[in-house]
Nanobody
Framework: QVQLVESGGGLVQTGGSLRLSCAAS????????MGWFRQAPGKEREFVAS????????DYADSVKGRFFISRDNAKKTVALQMNSLKSEDTAVYYC??????????????????WGQGTQVTVSS
């Protein structure tokens, strides 16, 4: 049974930092492209960042580029999202996702096969 479990969310002030982590189990981790998405109240789930199977390639949404950094540890089966210079508009539930099929990185929600339960990030001013 595949499980993705996020942690590290919480309340932070504008300009602060948080590090999210996602622990994967029940899958061959190195076979999966990993992604982070977020969903704010009343909005659709949106792409944040993704990382290739080896960790050698990454992709970021324009809104977080230069502030957020995705990384993975294949030995530990974890993927992390370091979030810096947080803004109020970053407030959302953040989801970890795994994609087996795609050859390259993807920003599409529909491409991802497995999802975590989400972790809340709240940025207050």
């Amino acid at each position: 049974q595949v499980q993705l479990v996020e942690s590290g969310g919480g309340l932070v002030q504008t300009g602060g930092s948080l590090r999210l982590s996602c622990a994967a189990s029940g899958l061959t981790f190195t076979s999966y492209v990993m992604g982070w998405f977020r969903q704010a109240p009343g909005k659709e789930r949106e792409f944040v960042a993704s990382i290739s199977r080896s960790g050698g390639r990454t992709d970021y949404a324009d809104s977080v580029k230069g502030r957020f950094f995705i990384s993975r540890d294949n030995a530990k089966k974890t993927v992390a999202l370091q979030m810096n210079s947080l803004k109020s508009e970053d407030t959302a539930v953040y989801y970890c996702a795994a994609d087996l099929k795609i050859l390259n990185l993807s920003r599409r929600v529909s491409d991802y096969d497995y999802w975590g339960q989400g972790t809340q990030v709240t940025v207050s001013s």
